[in-house]
């Protein structure tokens, strides 16, 4: 299967995180390809976090402790209904 950029939103994603957002899919929704991650995409949103906001420890819980305070995140979350969302760590940490 070829790797694919996948957009969610307004952030096109890079080849690294869209691998780490693929794999959270199909592990939490079962899906075998990128065709079927983009179908689902529609109905996401996606923010990014960025490591000077204090709402980020209080989000990420125990996590915490274990990321860096520098550490900047995308937030993929369905904007249809509540409580579908994803955490991976952004790959541009400048």
Known sequence: MQKQRITVGYV????????????KVREDRGIKGYSELRGLMEDFDSRVLEPQEERLLELLGEQAEEADKETRFIEVFNKLEEGTSYRIKSSKQD
């Open 12 to 23: 096109e994603l890079t080849d690294e995180e869209s691998e780490e957002l693929f794999e």
